[in-house]
C-alpha cells in the first residue's frame, strides 16, 4: 500500500530531527564500540603474544635513537640494529655487574645487621609496651613453623604456578626481543607491507599520521626513561643521606621499576624501608618511608602529567585519566601500554587533518 505524497511527507516529520541525528549518531558509536570490544577480546585470547610484539615496539621506540645514531656512522641497518641492542646490552651488563659487586661485597655485614635487628625486635616485644614473654614468643613461633608444615602443599602449589609463569614470562621476552630486532632493522619494510593493505587513495594520509603517532611514541619513551631517571636518583639521594647499604643497588632497582606504574614505586619503596629498618632502626625506616612517598607523589602528580603530557602532546589530566583507566581494565600491562597508546592514537588522528592541527616539533 502506498500512502500519498503528502502522507509520507508529514510521517516523515513526524520524528523530531534531533531525535533522527542522535539515533544516527548512536548507531554508529555502537558499530564502533563493538569493533573495540571484539578488538579487546581477541588481544586477551592472544595476550602471550599481543603483550611481548607491545613491548617490541615500545623497545623499538626506545632503541631507534640509538640505531640512528649509528647509521649516521655509516653502518648499515641490519648491523647498525645489532650495535644498538649489544650497546645496550653491555651498558646494563656492565652497570648491573658493577652493582652486584656491591651487593656481594656489602651482603654479609647486611645479614649480621639483620640478626641483630630481629634479636631487637624480640627484646622490643619481650620489654616493650607489649610485655611478650618468652614462652608467648616461642607459642606464636611454634604456631608459625605448623602452619607452614601445614600449609606446605599450598606454597608447593604456588611456587609452582610462579616457575610457569616465569618460563611465560622468558618465552614472552624471547618473542619481545626477537620481534624488536625485526622492527628496528626492517622496520620501515613491515610498515610499507602493511601499508599496501590499505585503499590507495588512503595510503598517502595513513603513512603520514603514523609517521606523526611514530615520532610521539619515541618522545615519550625519552620522557619515561627521564621520569625513571628522577626516581631512582631521589631514591640514591635518601639512601646515600641515610646511610643505607646498597644504595646503587636500590638506584638500579627503582629505575627498572619505575617503567611498571605505581606497583614498581611500591616495589621499590618497600625494599628500600625494609633495608632502612633492618640496617638503621624504626626511626631511619619512618624516614625512608616519606622520603619513598615524597618521590610517588612527584611522580604521580607532577612527572608523569608534565613530562609525559608534554612529549605526547597529552593534557596531564589525561595521562591520569589514562593510567587510571588502563590500570583498571588491564592493571600492570594496561597502566604501562596506555598512554603509548593513547600517545600515538592522537598523533595519528591529529596527522590525517594537518591542515586542523600543525605539526609540533619537540626538542
Known amino acids: 500500500m502506498r500512502f500519498p505524497a503528502a502522507r509520507r511527507t508529514a510521517t516523515a516529520t513526524a520524528v523530531p530531527r534531533g531525535l533522527v541525528t542522535a539515533s544516527e549518531w548512536a548507531w554508529r558509536t555502537l558499530v564502533i564500540a563493538a569493533l573495540i570490544v571484539g578488538g579487546w577480546y581477541v588481544l586477551q585470547k592472544f595476550s602471550g603474544v599481543a603483550i611481548p610484539l607491545a613491548v617490541a615496539v615500545l623497545l623499538t621506540a626506545l632503541l631507534t635513537p640509538i640505531r640512528q645514531q649509528f647509521e649516521r656512522w655509516g653502518l648499515p641497518p641490519v648491523l647498525a640494529t645489532v650495535a644498538a641492542m649489544l650497546a645496550t ?5 656492565a652497570v648491573f655487574t658493577a652493582i652486584g659487586a656491591q651487593v656481594v661485597r656489602e651482603w654479609p655485614q647486611l645479614f649480621d645487621q639483620a640478626g641483630q635487628a630481629l634479636t631487637s625486635l624480640l627484646g622490643w616485644l619481650a620489654a616493650g609496651p607489649l610485655h611478650l614473654e618468652a614462652a608467648q614468643l616461642q607459642e606464636y613461633y611454634a604456631q608459625f613453623t605448623a602452619w607452614l608444615n601445614e600449609s606446605r602443599a599450598q606454597i608447593a602449589g604456588l611456587l609452582a604456578s610462579a616457575g610457569v609463569s616465569v618460563g611465560h614470562f622468558l618465552a614472552g ?6 620481534a624488536t630486532f625485526f622492527f628496528l632493522s626492517g622496520g620501515k619494510g613491515i610498515w610499507q607491507a602493511c601499508l599496501r593493505l590499505v585503499p590507495e587513495h588512503y595510503q598517502a594520509p595513513t603513512d603520514r599520521a603514523a609517521g606523526r603517532g611514530w ?14 631517571l628522577v626516581d631512582a636518583l631521589g631514591m640514591l639521594i635518601g639512601a646515600l643521606i641515610l646511610g643505607i647499604p646498597m644504595a646503587w643497588a636500590l ?13 614498581g614505586a611500591v616495589l621499590s619503596g618497600t625494599i628500600a624501608v625494609l633495608l632502612a629498618l633492618v640496617t638503621s632502626g624504626p626511626v631511619t625506616a619512618v624516614i625512608m618511608l616519606g622520603i619513598t612517598i615524597l618521590v610517588v607523589q612527584t611522580e604521580g602528580h607532577f612527572l608523569q ?3 609525559l603530557g608534554r612529549a605526547v602532546s597529552l593534557h ?12 583498571t581494565l588491564a592493571g600492570i600491562v594496561g597502566a604501562l601500554l596506555v598512554i603509548p597508546t593513547l600517545a ?20
Not at 646490552?89 to 651488563?93: F, S
Not at 615520532?215 to 625513571?228: C, D, E, G, P, T
Not at 638506584?251 to 606497583?263: E, G, K, L, S
Request: no cysteine; proline share 7%.
Open 89 to 93: 646490552v653491555v651498558v646494563l651488563g
Open 305 to 307: 602529567p608534565i613530562l
Open 215 to 228: 615520532f610521539s611514541l619515541v618522545a615519550y619513551m625519552r620522557a619515561q626513561v627521564l621520569v625513571a
Open 173 to 178: 621476552l624471547a618473542i619481545a626481543l626477537i
Open 251 to 263: 638506584f638500579a632497582f627503582t629505575f627498572i621499576t619505575a617503567f611498571i606504574p605505581v606497583v
Open 344 to 363: 600515538f592514537s592522537v598523533a595519528f588522528v591529529r596527522g590525517l587533518d594537518p591542515q586542523r592541527f600543525p605539526e609540533v616539533r619537540h626538542h
Open 316 to 327: 596531564p589530566l589525561a595521562v591520569l585519566i589514562g593510567l587510571a583507566v588502563g590500570a
